[in-house]
């Protein structure tokens, strides 16, 4: 059982940046494809970046692409999404998520992922 943690999060002005970082327990997320999602209050939850295992390819939403970065660092079993250019509307709770079944090491096609984090608050107030 794979258990994610995000951490990171907090509050910044616009136009600042932050880190966040997606670790694991239970096993170790190097062999997984790990997503970043973010659901602010009143809206729906969001894809916004996943990158497979071998952190060879990447995807972004296209309002945060140039903005945000994912990577991993397998040394330290960690995935993370460095965040610049921050704009309020970037406020959510970020969650880091991964898939199960065949094709785990690959970003989901059809976005189903089964192990969640519980999330970090990043707020950017302008």
């Known amino acids: 059982q794979l258990q994610l943690v995000e951490s990171g999060g907090g509050l910044v002005q616009t136009g600042g940046s932050l880190r966040l970082a997606c670790t694991a327990s239970g096993s170790s997320l190097a062999w997984y494809a790990i997503g970043w999602f973010r659901q602010a209050p009143g809206k729906e939850r969001d894809g916004i970046s996943c990158i497979d295992s071998s952190g060879g390819r990447t995807n972004y939403l296209t309002s945060v692409e140039g903005r945000f970065t994912i990577s991993r660092d397998k040394s330290k079993h960690t995935v993370y999404l460095e965040m610049d250019s921050l704009k309020p509307e970037d406020t959510a709770v970020y969650y880091c998520?991964?898939?199960?079944?065949?094709?785990?090491?690959?970003?989901?096609?059809?976005?189903?992922?089964?192990?969640w984090g519980q999330g970090t608050q990043v707020t950017v107030s302008s």
């Open positions: 998520a991964a898939p199960s079944g065949y094709g785990y090491w690959e970003c989901p096609s059809d976005g189903k992922y089964t192990y």
